[in-house]
């Protein structure tokens, strides 16, 4: 291993410790302060108090599952630069998160217990209105994409709202569900977190070659063997799969995978086979600090996660776009 690589796998190994850092300072940090020695005592089974066990096993899976859904988003927003070839996009730009969740908030306006597979149809179908107003001249216009993706986010995203106020039912959950949330997070879905997780991470690894080849262009890469249209429709599915998954159990979260896979790239470059676990990392320290602030800085008032992810990037997309449209 050269020295870059060297350095590269060392920006990875601090990564992880930054991780274990923002899980543990998360774990104190609500309404309630839990102190690292109850922690500790936590860890090590020592802890008597049914109600102290009971909170501190509630925000672990809160917690755990932030982090683990920013790995995720952080993980759809790399592979949906890398299909488009396009570092402005992310399941929020191209709406594909308001699909979700519009696509999980109408399954259960019909009583289908679980929104995923509708979650996962709205989704698709966000990603085909996007990519057909964004068509030109038998291409992609990065400007008509966005605008398409901002179009048919704020259409569903209304209607999404249209099905929530007239729901006759809980109406103040599913406005914080809406805008992000993690109050219902549990320590039997953070088992299935965890493996999609992994699961997502693994798959691309697996293929990083591949997506590096995707970033050559269409005709090299498909000079070099790659099936450009098999395998791009192969990893738009697998993200929408993805994105809907937790769409359909936290709501919106926004812009977590525009930044994280920009800070990756600056840290270790744009090869995937450590760009994806760097993004992957990052992506899930951003969300977990963005759930933190958003559960005790006002404490014992909550507001909305996805609240704080849009007001991190709002800023950093604009800035993007406006690098990208002077040409620096």
């Known amino acids: 291993m050269n020295s870059i690589g060297r350095s590269k796998f060392i920006i990875v190994s601090i990564l992880f410790s930054l991780a274990g850092i923002a899980i543990f300072i998360s774990m104190q940090l609500g309404a309630v302060y839990i102190s690292p020695p109850t922690l500790f005592s936590f860890l090590q089974g020592k802890i008597s108090e049914p109600n102290i066990n ?29 299909v488009f070839q396009n570092p402005l996009v992310d399941a929020y730009v191209l709406g594909v998160a308001s699909g979700a969740v519009f696509g999980g908030m109408l399954s259960m306006r019909l009583g289908i217990m679980n929104p995923w597979p509708g979650a996962f149809a709205g989704a698709v179908m966000a990603t085909t209105l996007t990519l057909i107003l964004g068509k030109q001249n038998g291409g992609l216009s990065i400007i008509k994409t966005l605008l ?40 039997r879905g953070l088992i299935e977190l965890g ?26 890469a498909a000079s070099l063997g790659l099936r450009v249209g098999k395998f791009r429709l192969i990893v738009l599915v697998l993200s ?6 937790i769409s359909s159990r936290f709501g919106l979260l926004g812009f977590v995978g525009l930044i ?3 800070v990756a790239r600056l840290l ?28 005790s800085v006002f404490a014992p008032v909550e507001i909305p ?4 992810t849009v007001l991190l990037g709002g800023p950093f997309f604009l800035y993007l776009l406006g690098r990208r449209v002077g040409g620096k």
């Open 195 to 220: 493996v999609v997780s992994f699961v997502f991470l693994l798959t691309f690894i697996l293929f990083h070659r591949s997506l590096d080849i995707l970033l050559l262009g269409e005709e090299e």
């Open 148 to 187: 398409g993706g901002v179009v048919v986010g704020s259409v569903l995203s209304a209607a999404s709202t249209f099905l929530l106020i007239t729901w006759k039912g809980p109406l103040y959950g599913g406005i914080f569900w809406h805008l992000g949330n993690f109050a219902n997070a549990s320590r």
């Open 54 to 82: 009971l909170l501190v096993n509630l925000r672990t899976a809160r917690v755990l599952s932030a982090f683990l859904s920013g790995c995720i988003l952080s993980l759809s927003g790399l592979l949906y630069q890398t």
């Open 240 to 245: 929408a799969l993805a994105v809907s998954y």
């Open 268 to 295: 270790v470059g744009p090869l995937h086979n450590l760009l994806l676990p760097t993004a992957f990392l990052f992506g899930g320290i951003l969300l977990v600090s963005s759930e933190t602030i958003a559960r």
């Open 260 to 262: 994280a896979p920009h």
């Open 305 to 308: 996660v996805g609240i704080i």
